[in-house]
């Protein structure tokens, strides 16, 4: 289903929509601050593993990310953190970065990679966010590549769901995404490391 929700004013029918499709194990793609996401509820493993399937990716070794609505979701994935690494947080989210920080014993066994990290997400985008706080606790965020050599993303949402249509249950049409993934930095040793810069410049929060 292809499903168009107003970028700035989301319409609680179909923020209602998407809320029961997660719920009963579905797949969706989403708008974020960034390029387009594709997701699910986090707690529920078998919707985590056809995730990873349509990507291609083993579940165990995924760079999968948890996509929250604020930072009060942090206690619930990840250890303690240092206060200088919260502050940079704090003043950067939501934005165009993920951190990644130690995950706690709570975080679902598929989403620990080796080094028993947890990417954390909280995107500047009122739909995404909306979907989270509707849900009542984060979902998978995961971007959308394209097949392309030269262009990495798709923006185009109805390109995406020509794409995706077969293989998840909604596409969310809202407006067409950037083509620069959010920059990752790693804040498990309590230090603040870029491992990929995107679209977010992390150096204005420090």
Not at 33 to 59: A, F, M, Q, W
Not at 74 to 103: E, Q
């Amino acid at each position: 289903m292809l499903l168009h929700i107003h970028p700035v004013n989301p319409e609680p029918r179909k923020m209602k929509m998407v809320n029961d499709c997660l719920l009963a194990g579905g797949v969706i793609i989403y708008p974020t601050d960034t390029v387009y996401g594709l997701g699910c509820d986090i707690y529920n493993s078998n919707s985590v593993e056809k995730i990873c399937r349509i990507k291609g990716i083993d579940p165990g070794k995924s760079n999968l990310s948890i996509l929250c609505f604020d930072l009060s979701h942090l206690s619930d994935f990840a250890k303690p953190i240092d206060t200088p690494v919260y502050r940079v947080m704090r003043k950067a989210l939501p934005g165009p970065f993920t951190f990644v920080l130690k995950a706690n014993s709570q975080v679902p066994k598929i989403f620990k990679s080796k080094k028993k990290t947890v990417g954390i997400r909280i995107p500047d985008n009122i739909i995404c966010r909306q979907i989270v706080k509707e849900l009542g606790h984060p979902i998978v965020s995961t971007s959308i590549h394209d097949t392309d050599k030269i262009v990495d993303y798709i923006t185009d949402p109805l390109v995406i769901y020509d794409k995706y249509k077969k293989l998840v249950d909604i596409v969310i049409d809202g407006g067409f995404g950037k083509n620069k993934p959010s920059t990752v930095i790693d804040c498990s040793d309590d230090s603040i490391t870029v491992l990929r810069q995107g679209a977010g410049k992390i150096e204005q929060f420090l």
